[in-house]
């Protein structure tokens, strides 16, 4: 899955929405330099692509808990 391709690249608190055109990723304030960073941008698109996603999109919000959506919280 999507969810656990983020946790093998060292995302420990994330959140994966789906939607009609694609995803949508959240993730926490201090993990938005590590998926800025080219090589790993370029990876999560790559994965994206392979598991059908045409829109791969990044919320600046950061990830916030307490919706409804479900989260993934890797220890």
């Known amino acids: 899955?999507?969810?656990?391709?983020?946790?093998?690249?060292?995302?420990?608190?994330?959140?994966?929405?789906?939607?009609?055109?694609?995803v949508r990723i959240e993730?926490?304030?201090?993990?938005?330099?590590?998926?800025?960073?080219?090589?790993?941008?370029k990876k999560i698109v790559a994965m994206g692509r392979r598991l059908g996603y045409q829109r791969i999109t990044l919320d600046l919000a950061?990830?916030?808990s307490g919706s409804m959506d479900q989260f993934f919280h890797v220890s």
């Open 27 to 41: 993730v926490s304030e201090g993990e938005f330099k590590k998926i800025c960073n080219q090589e790993t941008r």
């Open 62 to 64: 950061e990830y916030k």
């Open 1 to 22: 899955s999507f969810e656990h391709y983020f946790a093998t690249l060292g995302f420990s608190l994330f959140r994966i929405r789906r939607c009609k055109e694609g």
